[in-house]
């Protein structure tokens, strides 16, 4: 910032005229300074004003913006969001303090992702949640699949062990009961009787992939992202405990007041309202015990 100053002064006003300049000067610097910095109101150094919300391709967005947006704005807040392409991003993003919060991924992911990466992320409330759905590709029903048919999953740990325990509500294969379900891999599958082969890709691949392949068992959100409906797959994910999608912020956040507003929004009739409407994509959602 360059500050020009008057070029003549009468030398009985040059130290009082010296000092209302310097006054000015931190004034303006001052003022410039709080325009440029956020505001420091939350433990992570986030903007209490404009929330940043991190999310991935379908439909967690919407249930932002139409069950808990209209609250946070009555309370004096706006949002900015902020879309991600895969599952790894918007955690990093978080930790780093580029959002504020995000919502696109289930307490076991979460948890997982955390651990693996040392990183102080936690959950402040779980939402209704899209689940998983076989989706058929090539094949015609899953009761006629071909010898060794191919089936697309998830290739990060906990979506893979998740699709794997789908195929087997499914009655497609069933896993080791001597192994943790929640750590299963392809190796743990003890009876295959249909010779499944499987194809480990990107959760956000999926929806592309399915013309490929026999089936895919596909993430919720990235089927309705794809225009998929859940409604047309083979078979839907039973949700159980540690599978509903939560918002998650840094630990230092858990008790902000962004935080807390966005968690007491979450358990309001305004929001079970949207969420309910039979009209809404959301009401065929799986409902957490805490709903």
Not at 122 to 138: D, N, Q, R
Not at 141 to 164: E, F, G, H, K, Y
Not at 219 to 247: F, K, M, P
């Amino acid at each position: 910032m360059t500050i020009r100053t008057a070029s003549h002064e009468t030398p009985a006003g040059s130290r009082s005229s010296r000092a209302r300049r310097a006054a000015a000067a931190l004034v303006a610097c001052l003022a410039v300074a709080l325009l440029i910095l956020p505001g420091c109101t939350s433990a992570g150094g986030s903007n209490a004003e404009t929330i940043r919300v991190g999310v991935c391709a379908g439909p967690y967005q919407d249930m932002f913006e139409q069950a808990i947006e209209p609250s946070l704005t009555e309370q004096g807040y706006s949002v900015k969001y902020v879309e991600f392409s895969d599952y790894v991003q918007p955690n990093n993003a978080l930790a780093d303090g580029e959002i504020d919060l995000n919502l696109f991924q289930h307490a076991t992911y979460l948890e997982s992702f955390s651990k693996q990466h040392n990183l102080d992320l936690a959950s402040i409330v779980e939402v209704p949640t899209a689940a998983m759905g076989v989706f058929l590709g090539k094949a015609g029903s899953l009761d006629q699949l071909p010898p060794n048919a191919t089936v697309a999953i998830p290739n990060d740990d906990t979506n893979l062990s998740r699709a794997l325990r789908v195929l087997q509500q499914a009655g497609l294969i069933t896993l080791d009961a001597s192994v943790d379900p929640a750590k299963a891999g392809v190796n743990n599958i003890a009876e295959n009787p249909r010779g499944l082969s499987f194809q480990q890709v990107n959760a956000e691949v999926l929806p592309t992939v399915l013309d490929s392949v026999d089936v895919a068992v596909i993430n919720g959100n990235y089927a309705i992202g794809a225009g998929l409906d859940l409604a047309d797959a083979a078979y839907v994910e039973q949700l159980s405990e540690g599978y509903y999608n939560v918002i998650a912020v840094q630990g230092a956040d858990v008790d902000a007041e962004f935080a807390q507003a966005v968690k007491g929004i979450v358990q309001s009739d305004a929001f079970k309202s949207v969420i309910d409407d039979p009209d809404n994509i959301f009401a065929g959602f799986g409902k957490p015990s805490s709903y």
